[in-house]
């Protein structure tokens, strides 16, 4: 009965276990994309979908067990610098010539041998390959982080394309609107004999051009609602659902530093990561040169049988023995030569990676920072554009006023607008992005 309540309170323990694990897990997960950094976009569907992809995205998810993996195989190695046990079960033949009848042994029966093994770690051969098993569990971990950044970095890029397709949009049914407008007066002209069929069919053309481009957009927009949709784990069928805010009220005042720490290229996931195996590589180096020593091994032997006098459990039908000596290899066809100047290598190709790491973090830090600088100037720039067209539209619809320009005119003027409008959301999204480069480039440290 003590043991079915035992049994019973396990079962019910467990899923609760589960959750906190879960609930722990998801606070490591949060940790490793630094979300006040998004939060700083005053944007709340962003946060929440970046949280939707923590949660839910399955490829960074397989990133979790992959690091299980590397903590387990630490373990694994863990486990030979402890002594073996092991029992087994035998059924034993023999035949010994006997000089004494004082002393009867059946010639056969069954064996219950008790067996423990220990390698004795005299020159830490086993420790250090449990310290290079821990190193790649470390690389593994920032591996992990490094795809959780990435993963934060797609959803706010596809989320801020999302805004500016949908303004762009938007911007272009108007500008479709004015055209047909124009369309509609120009033909009024050309029946009158007023304007050619040339020039008629410019304007089509033009606006055929314009519903092009509006369909392009609308091609991107669901292309881009697929991949965030699979970015926050849910299907393709499920973008209709995806809400988010309007373009003009997203980020008003975001700010980034002109310069980035020098410890922060450090600190990125992918130097700590290739930082990390190359310190377990150069402790493999040190377990092939421990491979030329000799090993210490320790076994005891202790076993039941019944081919002795006694009973099975007794004394005098048990025998024991312990075994200490050292073991090394003569010849094995240069194996631990090679291994050495495997390792070796294998080092070497790590240290050219790690300093080629570090140079990539900084080419992408800077890249970043050059383009928000060069995005400033750019938006700015397009604003003044974008300001000129509306003063002339003004001054359009003033003198329409007055009767100077016609309808036409000022439809156009009216366009110009629009296609000047279109252009400055699509380097303002531009902008974002670039914001985003540098998060992702200085391992979510902004």
């Not at 992959?66 to 079960?89: G, H």
């Not at 000089?99 to 042994?105: K, R, S, V």
């Not at 069954?110 to 093994?117: C, D, M, R, V, Y």
């Amino acid at each position: 009965m003590r043991r079915f309540i035992v049994i019973l309170l396990i079962c019910l323990l467990l899923p609760s276990y589960a959750k906190v694990d879960e609930v722990l897990d998801l606070n490591k997960r949060l940790s490793y994309v630094n979300l006040p950094f998004f939060e700083r976009f005053g944007d709340e569907w962003l946060c929440f979908y970046i949280l939707e992809a923590i949660k839910n995205n399955h490829e960074a998810k397989s990133a979790l067990y992959k690091s299980e993996q590397f903590r387990y195989q630490a373990r694994i190695s863990l486990a030979a610098q402890f002594p073996s046990f092991n029992v087994q079960t035998n059924y034993l033949g023999i035949k010994i010539p006997m000089l004494d009848d004082n002393f009867p042994i059946k010639q056969n029966g069954f064996i219950l041998p008790f067996e423990a093994n220990y390698e004795a770690d005299l020159l830490l051969k086993n420790a250090d390959k449990t310290k290079s098993k821990k190193r790649l569990y470390r690389a593994s971990l920032y591996d992990e982080k490094a795809i959780y950044i990435m993963l934060a970095s797609d959803v706010a890029t596809s989320y801020i394309n999302l805004l500016g397709l949908d303004k762009t949009i938007l911007i272009y049914q108007k500008i479709i609107k004015d055209k047909e407008e124009i369309l509609a007066r120009t033909s009024d002209k050309y029946k009158f004999g007023i304007i050619s069929k040339t020039e008629l069919n410019e304007i089509k053309k033009d606006l055929n051009d314009k519903k092009q481009e509006l369909e392009e957009t609308k091609k991107q927009r669901d292309t881009t609602l697929n991949n965030l949709a699979l970015l926050v784990g849910k299907s393709a069928f499920c973008t209709n659902d995806l809400q988010r805010s309007g373009f003009e009220n997203f980020a008003p005042d975001i700010k980034v530093a002109d310069a980035i720490p020098s410890h922060v290229i450090f600190e990125r996931p992918d130097v700590e990561a290739a930082l990390q195996r190359l310190l377990s590589a150069k402790i493999d180096i040190t377990v092939a040169k421990k491979e030329f020593f000799p090993s210490f091994n320790i076994t005891g032997f202790y076993a039941f049988n019944t081919i002795g006098p006694g009973n099975f459990f007794s004394w005098r039908s048990t025998f024991a023995a312990i075994i200490a000596g050292a073991t090394t290899d003569i010849f094995k066809g240069g194996e631990k030569i090679a291994n050495l100047k495997l390792k070796r290598a294998r080092y070497k190709e790590l240290l050219e990676n790690y300093f080629h790491t570090d140079l990539k973090a900084i080419k992408e830090i800077s890249d970043a920072l050059y383009k928000i600088n060069y995005d400033e100037k750019i938006l700015k720039e397009a604003q003044e554009k974008y300001l000129v067209q509306k003063e002339n539209y003004r001054l359009e619809k003033l003198r329409n006023k007055e009767g100077v320009s016609d309808d036409v005119a000022l439809l156009r003027e009216s366009a110009g607008v629009s296609a000047n409008e279109t252009n400055y959301p699509t380097k303002r999204v531009q902008k974002f992005i670039d914001i985003i480069s540098l998060y992702k480039s200085t391992g979510g440290a902004l």
